[in-house]
């Protein structure tokens, strides 16, 4: 396919300077006419390249954007003829300005806008757009303080347009804007990270000044804001999940995600541990590693503050996250004195767990 494009490209270049060699525009030699063509059938290959990786949605909006900007300076071109005063080259002047200038604005904004259309609604030849319909995602306020959005979006995963709504971005700043030092502090994080996505060439990042006056609850405006342009919702928030399902909105749940990437432990494995605590059971210790999970260790309570070797008997997983449970046999397991970085979490990883043993 490659070549058979490579081939096509190479004979339109051929034939555009040949047709500018024999019928020689402007008046100029030959051989200049004949490299001014080669310079601009470049130029159409170097723009049909660059056409070739714009979604449909951006095309469409671009030529609407473009047919608008024409009709709107048509339609200003007559009021300039009649008001405007000046010598015969000044009028044309400024016709071709408000020409260019409505044209090029048009075309931004219209391939920039061109994402939120819903082409699969159309049916017909735009059918084959239905698979590509969930392609941009909406941030909620929570999961843009959170803060993981913006290493998930540098690893690559995060595909398609990532959009803000307004009323998102004005939440953002009346918590940024708190009095309260903690709110202050989250909102200014959240605008950092909405700095850093911007940031990053690869990702499309968009705000949306679609609103809903008629709904005071920013959760409710995304839900409503899924249901309009049938796209999905990134989110942190247990509740909003909830809702969105409820309503039929897809949802992409950080939360979710970082509990799947979580390392996955067999019952009769062994691993090693940092006793922190006692359990609440007889002779039970408890454990935490690195992620936060809760490690329930039997026979351990001899052993706080001390790292240690367990054999895992069983794990629980429950929708405040995982839980394992262990057993430490002085006879078969190993004790270190020292414990290891990694065995150790720190205060605010053990906050996160929200679980006692």
């Given at each position: ?132 319909k969930h392609t941009f995602k909406i941030l909620d306020t929570s999961v843009i303080i959170d803060g993981r959005i913006a290493d998930i979006a540098e690893t690559g995963f995060m595909e398609g347009a990532i959009v803000i709504p307004q009323f998102v971005l004005r939440e953002l700043q009346l918590v940024a804007d708190s009095a309260e030092s903690t709110k202050r502090n989250r909102g200014r994080r959240g605008l950092d990270i909405l700095q850093r996505l911007q940031k990053m060439p690869e990702l499309n990042v968009q705000i949306l000044e679609e609103d809903f006056p008629n709904i005071r609850d920013v959760d409710m405006k995304l839900v409503e804001l899924g249901k309009l342009y049938d796209c999905k919702i990134v989110t942190n ?121």
């Amino acid at each position: 396919m490659f070549n058979d494009l490579l081939f096509i490209r190479i004979i339109f270049l051929l034939v555009i300077a040949l047709a500018a060699f024999f019928l020689q525009p402007f008046g100029l030699p030959r051989i200049g006419a004949a490299a001014a063509g080669l310079v601009i059938g470049g130029a159409v290959v170097l723009f049909e390249i660059r056409l070739r990786q714009v979604s449909l949605k951006r095309l469409i909006g671009a030529a609407i954007g473009s047919v608008l900007g024409i009709i709107g300076a048509y339609l200003m071109s007559l009021v300039l003829v009649q008001s405007v005063p000046g010598s015969s080259s000044t009028i044309p002047f400024i016709q071709l300005a408000v020409l260019l200038l409505m044209t090029y604005v048009g075309l931004i904004v219209g391939a920039n806008k061109g994402d939120m259309l819903n082409l699969a609604a159309l049916g017909g030849l735009f059918g084959g757009e239905k698979a590509s319909k969930h392609t941009f995602k909406i941030l909620d306020t929570s999961v843009i303080i959170d803060g993981r959005i913006a290493d998930i979006a540098e690893t690559g995963f995060m595909e398609g347009a990532i959009v803000i709504p307004q009323f998102v971005l004005r939440e953002l700043q009346l918590v940024a804007d708190s009095a309260e030092s903690t709110k202050r502090n989250r909102g200014r994080r959240g605008l950092d990270i909405l700095q850093r996505l911007q940031k990053m060439p690869e990702l499309n990042v968009q705000i949306l000044e679609e609103d809903f006056p008629n709904i005071r609850d920013v959760d409710m405006k995304l839900v409503e804001l899924g249901k309009l342009y049938d796209c999905k919702i990134v989110t942190n928030d247990f509740n909003l999940n909830k809702v969105a399902n409820l309503h039929g909105v897809n949802v992409l749940n950080i939360n979710e995600l970082a509990n799947a990437l979580k390392p996955i432990v067999l019952p009769g494995e062994s691993m090693r541990v940092f006793i922190l605590k006692e359990g609440k059971e007889y002779n039970q210790g408890v454990a935490y590693l690195d992620d936060g999970t809760m490690v329930v260790v039997d026979n351990a309570k001899k052993m706080i503050s001390k790292t240690i070797d367990i054999s895992v008997t069983s794990v629980l997983q429950t929708t405040a996250g995982k839980m394992i449970f262990g057993r430490y046999d002085e006879r078969v397991h190993a004790v270190h004195e020292k414990p290891e970085k990694h065995d150790r979490p720190d205060r605010s990883q053990r906050e996160r767990t929200g679980t006692t043993a």
